[in-house]
């Protein structure tokens, strides 16, 4: 059209017309390749969903825990390297996989059994599936992948009780806990002892 134009004005407005053209048609294409490619800060968002990995081995031996995930990674090894990452502490590990047919998949695991070298930890990625082998901080044996809170607690010894103190309490707490018999029963050992039941 424009080599067709005689006119100045015609070949003006034509002109501008094409840059508005070329100015829209960028802009366009720059969002269709953010979309298409987002940012790892994109990807590092609050909003960002994730299925829990619950499938899992892991053995050791005496130097490291070798942890493997073979099953529902099928494909994993076409991902692109940063769509598979990992953080490691002392303490723990964050496995993060994304975009893996179509999902984001996620293995935390804090505390572990045991401290491991994270400096030293890696990460192997197959076709199907994934290792993660932790350095041992120590050599010493694991009990389990994941620490587990103990279910006693161990007693302050510089903070004294006093046992009358402590044997209310006790008392208290099974009562508390305790089903109607259980109450009853209490209740009358408390009477008989000539101990003041304590209401909540």
């Known amino acids: 059209l424009f080599q067709y134009a005689k006119r100045e004005r015609v070949k003006d407005a034509l002109n501008n017309s094409l840059k508005e053209f070329d ?5 366009a294409q720059a969002t269709i390749v953010k979309r ?10 609050a909003e960002e969903e994730f299925i829990e990995i619950n499938g899992f081995s892991w053995e050791q031996g005496e130097n490291e825990v070798k942890v493997r995930i073979t099953s529902g990674l099928e494909g994993i090894g076409t991902l692109p390297k940063d769509s598979v990452r990992v953080v490691y502490t002392s ?3 964050d496995l993060k996989i994304y975009g893996l047919n179509g999902k984001n998949h996620r293995m935390k695991v804090l505390p572990l059994n045991k401290e491991i070298d994270d400096s030293k930890s890696k990460l192997t990625i197959k076709s199907n599936s ?27 010894p510089e903070k004294s009780e006093d046992p009358q103190a402590s044997l209310l309490n006790m008392m208290k707490e099974m009562y ?9 029963m209490i209740a009358q050992s408390w009477s008989k002892a000539h101990l003041s039941l304590i209401h909540i």
């Open 23 to 27: 100015k829209r048609l960028k802009i």
């Open 130 to 156: 994934v290792t993660l082998t932790l350095v041992k901080r120590a050599q010493e044996h694991w009990e389990d992948l994941k620490s587990k809170p103990s279910p006693f607690k161990k007693p302050n």
């Open 91 to 93: 303490k723990g590990f």
């Open 36 to 45: 298409v490619k987002p940012s790892a800060a994109m990807m590092d968002t």
């Open 176 to 184: 508390d806990s305790g089903d109607d018999d259980m109450k009853r």
